[in-house]
């Protein structure tokens, strides 16, 4: 099993900065891909970015040239460097870790609110 822990959320304002955390535990050696989704009130679970573990990266085109990821192999951590946030970026965060047998770990989520 992965357990993942997420951190970093909060409420911000337009136009402002969130960096969220998320720390993998448990069966790391399994993990390869890791990522982020988010999923607003009423809609689907959506793919906001991921990172392989080589590093190649990809990213929803609503958060291109805002959003960052990066992970730390060595603390098998993820991050999600969010700037320039809207209000539709208002969601709970995913955290996720995609194993090399086919399984997708969760995190428990945490919430993205961007409001004045």
């Known amino acids: 099993q992965v357990q993942l822990v997420e951190s970093g959320g909060g409420l911000v304002q337009p136009g402002g900065s969130l960096k969220l955390s998320c720390a993998a535990s448990?069966?790391?050696?399994?993990?390869?891909?890791m990522g982020w989704y988010r999923q607003a009130p009423g809609e689907q679970r959506e793919l906001v970015a991921v990172i392989s573990g080589g590093g190649p990266t990809n990213y929803a085109d609503s958060v291109k040239g805002r959003f960052t990821i990066a992970r730390d192999n060595a603390k098998m951590m993820v991050f999600l460097q969010m700037n320039s946030l809207k209000p539709e970026d208002t969601a709970v965060y995913y955290c996720?870790?995609?194993?090399?047998?086919?399984?997708?770990?969760w995190g428990q989520g945490t919430q993205v609110t961007v409001s004045s």
């Open positions: 996720a870790a995609m194993t090399r047998y086919g399984r997708t770990w």
């Open positions: 448990g069966s790391i050696f399994s993990i390869n891909g």
